[in-house]
């Protein structure tokens, strides 16, 4: 059984709440649910973490790398577009990565369209909605059985 840590960035505590048209009525809580499902019938457990603060995002990151957790998904919100920091502790830890997005990002603000992460992960979800952490969880469990 491996370890697949689900990572959500700042406001996302407030899904089901904020702007529900661009990003759906589920409540964080009720997506993590349905993501941890997939990984359950894989044999593989989620843990999940939402900070707003960029520091504490790192810092889960670093510890995920010293609990040996296998594979990450990560909806960074805001700090898509400008965490250098953030992306650094990704690539420090060298864990795999899926980046997900509830909304298409590149159908957004020209400002939007541009995330510091897409480079260093194993892939990227944008735009489908809360479906898109069930299919990171998925795609990381494919991975985990090769």
């Not at 603060?53 to 510890?63: F, M, P, S, Y």
Request: overall charge neutral.
């Amino acid at each position: 059984m491996a370890t697949i840590l689900i990572v959500n960035g700042p406001n996302l505590n407030l899904l089901g709440r904020r702007e529900p048209a661009l990003y759906g009525a589920e409540s964080l809580e009720t997506l993590m649910e349905r993501a941890a499902a997939v990984a359950a019938r894989a044999g593989h457990r989620v843990e999940t973490f939402q900070h707003n603060g960029e520091g504490a995002l790192i810092d889960r990151v670093q510890q995920a790398g010293r609990e040996q957790v296998a594979f990450i998904v990560i909806n960074p919100g805001g700090l898509t577009h400008t965490s250098v920091a953030l992306r650094d502790a990704l690539a420090a830890v060298a864990i795999p990565f899926i980046e997900v997005h509830l909304s298409n990002i590149y159908a957004r603000e020209p400002f939007r369209r541009r995330s510091y992460f897409t480079d260093l992960a194993a892939g990227a979800i944008v735009g489908l909605g809360g479906a898109g952490y069930e299919f990171a969880v998925e795609a990381a469990c494919r991975h985990l059985a090769t």
